[in-house]
Every structure is written in C-alpha cells, then in structure tokens.
C-alpha cells in the first residue's frame, strides 16, 4: 500500500460507536493490519459489504458518506436506522465493537472545487444528507470563514450534530442557519433554530449570497427544489453541486 490506498476490499474493524440522535449511530473504524487509511476527500463515501457468512447479508454492498475530518487514521459513517432497510438495521442492530467491514477505498464526485477559496461557499443540508456537507465543514473551515451552513430538520429531537456545527461556527465566524420543518412546543425560534418551514426560494434571495458555490444533499425532492430555485435566482448551473443517494 502507497500512502494507505489499497485495491479491492480491506479489513475495518469497528472501534466505536455513538448515537449521535435517535435513530442516527456514527460508527468509527481503523484498518484491521494496524496500517493507514487513505485519506478520503471531504464529500466522498465509503463502499463496504459486511464481513459475515450469512447470505442475506452477504456481498451486499452499500456506500455511505465519510462525516468526519479527513484523515488517514480513522474513518466514521454517520447511518440512519431505515424502517425495513438490510444494511442500516444490521448496523444499527448487530455491528459490534471489535467486528469488521470489507471496504473498498473511499470514492465519490462530490467534493469541492479547490480553485475556488475566493468564493463564498454555500453547504445546505437536510435530514441525514448532512454527512458529506458536514466533512465538507470541517475541512474547509479550517482554512477559510466565507461559509454558510443551512441545516433543515424537523425539530430538536432528531437534529444531528448540532453542537459540532455550532462550535465550529462560533470559532470561526461562519454563519449557521437552522430550519425546523416540525418544531416542538418546547423548541424556541431564535434560540433553538431561526426558520420554521423549509428552505424557500424568498429565503435564499433575501438571505444568501448568489455569487456563491452552492453544494446540497438531502432527500430527493428538497435537492430538485433547492435547483430549481437557484436556477430560476439566476445561480449559474455550473455553481450547484449535489448528491443523490440512497442508503438502507
């Protein structure tokens, strides 16, 4: 192996895992051979199959957004728990500390352009499609502050990350704007979050700068919308980069 990358399937052994919210575990691998990991480029995922004889799961391969610093020790996905999904309920469900994945190296075509810094960065997450924007956060705030981070969910209880985007938007100054789809009686607008609804075309013309680089991923219908509406804002096409993607 040249600088941690490797052909095929490698052996991750897990090392932690945490909830993160209901319903949401990040789950924290190293290589099993004691080596380095390549390091993946914020945005990309991480291809596996589950390392079992059972042929249910067996050769079942799934990829899942890398949430984290990019790194060349420690990879953590971040995997909401879908009603009847394979993979994410065996996660969720039977993936213990100690137990390993077959993974290939990390890939993926959603990243940032690098030769653009000078430009304002627009990161726009809904639900669990905040993964790969949250990796993008990390990595580009430590080099830059023209960022904006718009997080839409739907209430307190099932807002993952909260706190780490908020600590990395007061130490840098970056600005962070939440939207509660559904807010709980006990959520309270301008503290807890400063939008009720969905991010709206009238939101992003009064509130965000067009000249921006806009990356998004969510469900479907939210990232067809968000398009639609910087498109029809006059946002050139070759500025709007998204994901789509479907992981169970």
């Known amino acids: 192996m040249i600088n941690g990358t490797w052909n095929g399937f490698r052996e991750l052994v897990l090392v932690d895992k945490s909830e993160v919210c209901p319903g949401i575990i990040s789950f924290y691998f190293k290589s099993k051979d004691g080596g380095k990991l390549a390091k993946h480029t914020a945005g990309q995922f991480l291809p596996f199959k589950i390392k079992t004889d059972n042929p249910k799961y067996k050769d079942v391969i799934r990829t ?25 309920t065996y996660l969720h469900e039977n993936l213990n500390i100690g137990d390993s994945i077959e993974a290939m190296i990390p890939t993926g075509l959603f990243t940032i352009n690098n030769g653009s810094k000078n430009i304002p960065l ?27 981070f718009i997080q839409a969910v739907q209430n307190s209880s099932i807002h993952p ?28 607008l301008g503290i807890d979050y400063d939008y009720t609804g969905y991010v709206s075309k009238e939101y992003l013309k009064d509130n965000v700068d067009l000249n921006s680089d806009f990356y998004f991923c969510g469900p479907p219908p939210f990232m067809k919308a968000l ?12 500025r709007i980069h998204y994901e789509l993607f479907s992981n169970n």
């Open 64 to 88: 899942y957004s890398l949430s984290m610093f990019p790194n060349d020790e420690l990879y953590r996905i971040s995997v909401k728990k879908i009603d009847g999904g394979l993979i994410s």
């Open 122 to 148: 627009v990161l726009i997450s809904a639900g669990i499609g905040i993964t790969p924007l949250l990796s993008m956060l990390y990595e580009e705030s430590a080099t830059r502050n023209n960022i904006q």
């Open 161 to 188: 990350f909260k706190e780490d985007i908020d600590a990395i938007a007061k130490s840098r100054g970056i600005k962070n704007t939440i939207f509660y789809s559904n807010p709980l009686e006990n959520d309270k």
């Open 227 to 238: 398009e639609n509406s910087l498109l029809e804002l006059g946002v050139p096409s070759d």
